[in-house]
């Protein structure tokens, strides 16, 4: 079972960048019933919450700092997550890393990095001023 987050890079502050997480070895049932999160560390600070979206897709939680610019989302058919950031602030700077929870009940959209099981190798953004 394995995250591969991708689409990071580095872009000027205002543009947009989107994030994509692919899941393999999980079955189409198993990334269906899975909330997925993405979480991110900024140089020399804790992982923080940014977003999560529910298995399916009808419920979405953002962190107060990305509210209104990011948004989160996802395709089962590609056992894909992806994350669209817009208006990208230097403060965005991070690694960014998705995350699986299979656990997840239908309306589950966790803001707590413990409950995820699976997390991806995570992706750099650097937002330039």
Partial sequence: VQLQASGGGLVQAGNSLRLSCAASGFSGYTFGRAAM?????????????????NRNGGRTVYADSVKGRFTISRDSAVKTAYLQMNSLKPDDTAVYYCAADTT???LTASNVAQDYEYWGQGTQVTVSS
């Fill in 37 to 53: 999160g993405w979480f991110r560390q900024p140089p020399g600070k804790e992982r923080e919450f940014v977003a999560a979206i």
């Fill in 104 to 106: 997840a009940i239908l």
